[in-house]
Protein backbone atom coordinates (compact mmCIF):
# COMPACT_ATOMS: atom_id res chain seq x y z
CA UNK A 1 0.00 0.00 0.00
CA UNK A 2 1.27 3.79 -0.68
CA UNK A 3 1.23 6.19 1.73
CA UNK A 4 2.60 9.57 2.94
CA UNK A 5 4.79 10.15 6.16
CA UNK A 6 2.87 12.21 8.51
CA UNK A 7 5.28 12.17 11.46
CA UNK A 8 8.86 11.17 12.41
CA UNK A 9 10.93 10.86 15.23
CA UNK A 10 14.56 10.17 14.56
CA UNK A 11 15.79 10.18 17.71
CA UNK A 12 13.00 7.32 19.37
CA UNK A 13 12.42 5.90 16.07
CA UNK A 14 8.93 5.71 15.72
CA UNK A 15 6.27 7.65 13.34
CA UNK A 16 3.12 7.77 11.81
CA UNK A 17 1.93 7.08 8.09
CA UNK A 18 -1.34 7.68 6.23
CA UNK A 19 -2.16 5.26 4.50
CA UNK A 20 -4.24 5.46 1.09
CA UNK A 21 -6.96 4.00 2.12
CA UNK A 22 -7.49 6.83 4.71
CA UNK A 23 -6.47 5.12 8.33
CA UNK A 24 -3.54 6.00 9.88
CA UNK A 25 -0.69 3.64 10.92
CA UNK A 26 2.01 4.12 13.20
CA UNK A 27 5.56 2.81 12.63
CA UNK A 28 9.36 2.41 14.19
CA UNK A 29 12.85 2.19 12.91
CA UNK A 30 13.09 -1.38 12.62
CA UNK A 31 10.00 -1.55 10.53
CA UNK A 32 12.13 0.63 7.51
CA UNK A 33 13.42 -1.99 5.07
CA UNK A 34 16.67 0.24 4.36
CA UNK A 35 17.92 3.40 6.26
CA UNK A 36 15.96 6.68 4.34
CA UNK A 37 15.01 9.99 5.25
CA UNK A 38 11.50 9.86 6.52
CA UNK A 39 10.49 13.68 6.23
CA UNK A 40 7.02 14.94 6.79
CA UNK A 41 5.00 14.45 3.45
CA UNK A 42 7.81 11.76 2.16
CA UNK A 43 5.42 9.45 0.06
CA UNK A 44 6.05 5.47 1.19
CA UNK A 45 5.33 2.31 -0.23
CA UNK A 46 4.60 -0.72 3.08
CA UNK A 47 2.82 -3.33 3.94
CA UNK A 48 -0.63 -3.03 6.37
CA UNK A 49 -0.41 -5.64 9.70
CA UNK A 50 -3.43 -3.98 11.74
CA UNK A 51 -2.57 -0.75 12.81
CA UNK A 52 0.74 -1.11 11.86
CA UNK A 53 2.77 -0.32 8.52
CA UNK A 54 5.35 -3.00 8.13
CA UNK A 55 8.59 -3.02 5.61
CA UNK A 56 8.16 0.76 4.82
CA UNK A 57 10.60 2.44 2.09
CA UNK A 58 10.07 5.67 0.17
CA UNK A 59 8.78 4.92 -3.28
CA UNK A 60 10.16 8.39 -4.46
CA UNK A 61 13.88 7.35 -3.44
CA UNK A 62 14.65 6.65 -7.13
CA UNK A 63 13.44 9.26 -9.04
CA UNK A 64 15.23 11.69 -6.56
CA UNK A 65 18.91 10.13 -7.71
CA UNK A 66 17.99 10.80 -11.10
CA UNK A 67 20.03 13.63 -12.89
CA UNK A 68 16.90 14.76 -14.61
CA UNK A 69 15.33 14.84 -11.11
CA UNK A 70 17.81 16.89 -9.86
CA UNK A 71 17.85 19.37 -12.64
CA UNK A 72 14.22 20.26 -12.91
CA UNK A 73 13.55 23.55 -10.89
CA UNK A 74 10.90 23.28 -8.16
CA UNK A 75 8.03 25.25 -9.95
CA UNK A 76 7.71 22.46 -12.63
CA UNK A 77 5.43 20.83 -10.40
CA UNK A 78 2.68 23.24 -11.18
CA UNK A 79 3.35 23.06 -14.90
CA UNK A 80 -0.06 22.15 -17.22
CA UNK A 81 0.26 17.96 -17.72
CA UNK A 82 2.87 17.51 -14.96
CA UNK A 83 2.03 14.71 -12.20
CA UNK A 84 0.56 16.12 -9.50
CA UNK A 85 2.05 14.94 -5.64
CA UNK A 86 -0.31 12.22 -4.41
CA UNK A 87 -1.08 13.65 -0.61
CA UNK A 88 -2.58 10.76 2.01
CA UNK A 89 -4.31 10.61 5.13
CA UNK A 90 -7.37 12.58 6.98
CA UNK A 91 -5.91 16.15 6.41
CA UNK A 92 -5.53 16.16 2.45
CA UNK A 93 -8.70 17.32 0.16
CA UNK A 94 -8.37 14.40 -2.15
CA UNK A 95 -7.71 11.67 -0.20
CA UNK A 96 -10.15 9.24 0.88
CA UNK A 97 -11.91 9.93 4.38
CA UNK A 98 -12.99 7.21 6.63
CA UNK A 99 -16.34 8.05 7.63
CA UNK A 100 -16.73 8.82 11.10
CA UNK A 101 -20.30 7.54 11.81
CA UNK A 102 -21.77 5.31 14.90
CA UNK A 103 -21.80 2.41 13.07
CA UNK A 104 -18.75 3.07 11.28
CA UNK A 105 -17.09 3.16 14.15
CA UNK A 106 -18.51 0.24 15.48
CA UNK A 107 -17.77 -1.48 12.34
CA UNK A 108 -14.42 -1.24 11.73
CA UNK A 109 -13.57 -1.83 15.45
CA UNK A 110 -14.72 -5.20 14.79
CA UNK A 111 -13.08 -5.54 10.73
CA UNK A 112 -9.69 -3.43 10.85
CA UNK A 113 -9.42 -2.24 14.15
CA UNK A 114 -9.67 -5.93 15.70
CA UNK A 115 -6.45 -6.16 17.24
CA UNK A 116 -5.43 -2.61 16.96
CA UNK A 117 -3.88 -1.61 20.59
CA UNK A 118 -2.23 1.40 18.37
CA UNK A 119 -2.99 4.90 17.26
CA UNK A 120 -6.01 7.15 19.07
CA UNK A 121 -9.62 6.84 19.43
CA UNK A 122 -12.31 9.70 20.34
CA UNK A 123 -14.67 9.61 22.71
CA UNK A 124 -17.17 9.36 19.44
CA UNK A 125 -15.58 6.20 18.50
CA UNK A 126 -15.70 4.80 21.85
CA UNK A 127 -19.67 5.69 22.48
CA UNK A 128 -20.19 4.48 19.02
CA UNK A 129 -18.94 1.06 19.67
CA UNK A 130 -20.51 1.16 23.21
CA UNK A 131 -23.90 2.07 21.83
CA UNK A 132 -24.06 -0.78 18.47
CA UNK A 133 -22.39 -3.28 21.20
CA UNK A 134 -25.39 -3.21 23.45
CA UNK A 135 -27.81 -2.75 20.89
CA UNK A 136 -26.38 -5.94 19.10
CA UNK A 137 -25.93 -8.02 22.45
CA UNK A 138 -29.44 -7.36 22.70
CA UNK A 139 -30.73 -8.68 19.10
CA UNK A 140 -28.47 -12.01 20.29
CA UNK A 141 -30.34 -12.16 23.58
CA UNK A 142 -33.76 -11.81 21.46
CA UNK A 143 -32.53 -14.45 19.13
CA UNK A 144 -31.53 -16.89 21.65
CA UNK A 145 -34.60 -16.64 23.58
CA UNK A 146 -36.63 -17.07 20.56
CA UNK A 147 -34.83 -20.49 19.71
CA UNK A 148 -35.34 -21.68 23.34
CA UNK A 149 -38.85 -20.91 23.31
CA UNK A 150 -39.55 -22.86 20.27
CA UNK A 151 -37.17 -25.98 21.74
CA UNK A 152 -38.76 -25.91 25.14
CA UNK A 153 -35.80 -25.25 26.84
CA UNK A 154 -37.26 -22.66 29.98
CA UNK A 155 -37.96 -25.68 32.29
CA UNK A 156 -34.14 -26.00 32.52
CA UNK A 157 -31.36 -23.88 31.36
CA UNK A 158 -31.83 -21.66 28.61
CA UNK A 159 -28.61 -22.95 26.91
CA UNK A 160 -28.76 -21.36 23.38
CA UNK A 161 -29.63 -17.98 25.01
CA UNK A 162 -26.70 -18.68 26.89
CA UNK A 163 -24.31 -20.27 24.51
CA UNK A 164 -25.14 -17.67 21.83
CA UNK A 165 -24.52 -14.52 24.78
CA UNK A 166 -21.63 -16.01 25.65
CA UNK A 167 -19.96 -16.35 21.93
CA UNK A 168 -20.69 -12.51 21.11
CA UNK A 169 -19.08 -11.88 24.34
CA UNK A 170 -15.81 -13.14 24.27
CA UNK A 171 -15.95 -12.63 20.73
CA UNK A 172 -16.03 -8.64 20.94
CA UNK A 173 -13.69 -8.88 23.98
CA UNK A 174 -10.36 -7.85 21.77
CA UNK A 175 -11.94 -4.99 19.69
CA UNK A 176 -13.23 -3.87 22.98
CA UNK A 177 -9.69 -4.15 24.94
CA UNK A 178 -7.77 -2.27 21.56
CA UNK A 179 -10.60 0.14 21.91
CA UNK A 180 -10.44 1.06 25.47
CA UNK A 181 -6.21 1.44 24.83
CA UNK A 182 -6.94 3.67 22.04
CA UNK A 183 -8.95 6.33 24.10
CA UNK A 184 -6.24 6.17 26.32
CA UNK A 185 -3.97 7.40 24.21
CA UNK A 186 -6.08 9.86 22.54
CA UNK A 187 -6.22 11.73 25.99
CA UNK A 188 -2.17 11.03 26.32
CA UNK A 189 -2.43 8.41 29.00
CA UNK A 190 -0.34 4.77 28.10
CA UNK A 191 -2.02 1.93 27.26
CA UNK A 192 -1.42 0.09 30.42
CA UNK A 193 -3.77 2.04 32.85
CA UNK A 194 -6.45 -0.09 30.92
CA UNK A 195 -5.12 -2.19 33.40
CA UNK A 196 -7.17 -0.75 36.63
CA UNK A 197 -10.14 -2.35 35.33
CA UNK A 198 -9.49 -5.61 37.56
CA UNK A 199 -9.04 -3.12 41.08
CA UNK A 200 -12.42 -4.67 42.76
CA UNK A 201 -15.25 -1.97 42.96
CA UNK A 202 -13.85 1.05 41.16
CA UNK A 203 -11.95 -0.31 38.47
CA UNK A 204 -15.23 0.26 36.11
CA UNK A 205 -15.73 3.79 37.27
CA UNK A 206 -11.94 4.60 36.47
CA UNK A 207 -12.34 3.25 33.33
CA UNK A 208 -15.74 5.23 32.64
CA UNK A 209 -13.82 8.67 33.69
CA UNK A 210 -11.35 7.97 31.15
CA UNK A 211 -14.14 7.58 28.47
CA UNK A 212 -15.31 10.92 28.89
CA UNK A 213 -12.18 12.91 28.91
CA UNK A 214 -11.95 15.04 25.88
CA UNK A 215 -9.49 14.26 23.23
CA UNK A 216 -6.00 15.91 23.16
CA UNK A 217 -6.91 18.70 20.65
CA UNK A 218 -3.30 18.39 19.17
CA UNK A 219 -0.53 15.81 17.86
CA UNK A 220 0.64 13.17 21.09
CA UNK A 221 3.40 10.24 20.67
CA UNK A 222 0.47 7.82 19.79
CA UNK A 223 -0.69 9.40 16.87
CA UNK A 224 -2.26 12.68 15.15
CA UNK A 225 -5.72 14.39 15.99
CA UNK A 226 -8.73 11.92 15.02
CA UNK A 227 -10.56 12.98 12.58
CA UNK A 228 -13.84 14.97 13.26
CA UNK A 229 -12.42 16.47 16.27
CA UNK A 230 -11.73 20.12 16.41
CA UNK A 231 -8.50 21.63 17.09
CA UNK A 232 -7.22 25.10 18.72
Known sequence: ??????HYDEDQGFGFIAGADG??????RENLRREAS???????????????????????AQTASSPAATAAPSHT???PGARQQQHFGRSAESSPTAATGLWDYFWRALIENYFNFAGRARRKEYWGYCLFWTV????????????????????????????????????????????NVRRL?????????FLVVFIPTI??????????????????????VPAGVKTA
Open 1 to 6: MQGEVL
Open 77 to 79: VNA
Open 203 to 224: GWLIILVFALVPTQARENQWGP
Open 185 to 193: HDIGLTGWL
Open 136 to 179: ALIAVVGIGLFIDDAMGNFDELPAVTVGLCGTFVLATIPPWIGL
Open 38 to 60: MARGTAVEFQPAGGRARDVFPIR
Open 23 to 28: NRYTFA
